[in-house]
């Protein structure tokens, strides 16, 4: 194996230790020297992959949104793909929700990430495109008057209570089974299309090119972006 495979190799332990350490730790922090210590690295050989913490959460972000990506990018029918964007969120909550706040936390504090920041908002809104192309072909095939915008809203809220909910040991001591309770989430999602069947025969999804264009611009303001 190449010097340069074997830097790759080691990265991504590294990634994958460094997150495996924040869902056990349960308030989103780690400390390197607890990860070098795990991954039998000097503290050193850490800094030359990543040049702080904040930039090793980031790429560890960077690598999950990756990771979601390629899982959408899968060519099959629709309902499917409709069913595996809310799979991905209720599959592992604790992971979702986790990120999602370290995101924020770093997005409001941190500078000097720009690069890495555009990174990641490059790879989302490909998948962003990605998700309107499954979710429009869907309510296409439904024959449904509901709206890409609005079926994508409807998708992530309940992805995002569902996963509040199957992440909180409270309510989990009054669900019962957790995979019951995510396919019957999934099967909602995908009857809601038919409460509302199109009058007409052919579907216009207004919306759609819409979403796409608003993508493309935000594209150009995150580039002009101090993080």
């Not at 959408?72 to 069913?83: E, L, T």
């Not at 986790?98 to 555009?118: C, D, K, M, P, Y």
């Not at 909180?168 to 069947?197: K, N």
Request: net charge negative.
């Amino acid at each position: 194996m190449s010097r340069q495979h074997q830097f790759k190799a080691r990265e991504e332990n590294i990634l994958a230790m460094a997150e495996q350490l924040l869902l056990e730790s349960g308030d989103g922090d780690i400390t390197l020297d607890s990860l070098a210590d795990q991954l039998d690295l000097a503290k050193g050989t850490l800094y030359k992959h990543f040049s702080s913490k904040d930039e090793l959460y980031l790429r560890i972000i960077i690598r999950y949104e990756e990771q979601l990506f390629d899982i959408n990018r899968i060519d099959d029918c629709p309902s499917a793909g409709v069913a595996r964007m809310i799979f991905q969120q209720l599959f592992n909550p604790q992971k979702a929700m986790l990120l999602n706040q370290i995101e924020e936390r770093l997005a409001a504090s941190v500078t000097g990430l720009n690069r890495l920041f555009g990174e990641l908002y490059d790879i989302r809104r490909q998948r962003m495109k990605r998700l309107i192309d499954i979710i429009s072909a869907y309510l296409k095939d439904e024959h449904s008057s509901l709206s890409t915008r609005d079926y994508l809203s409807s998708i992530w809220a309940m992805g995002q209570g569902g996963a509040g909910l199957l992440n909180s040991s409270f309510y989990q001591r009054y669900l019962g089974r957790r995979d019951t309770l995510r396919y019957a989430f999934v099967q909602q999602m995908l009857e809601l299309p038919s409460h509302y069947p199109a009058e007409d025969e052919e579907v216009m999804d207004e919306d759609m090119q819409e979403l796409v264009e608003q993508i493309d611009t935000e594209s150009e303001e995150h580039r002009n972006t101090n993080y």
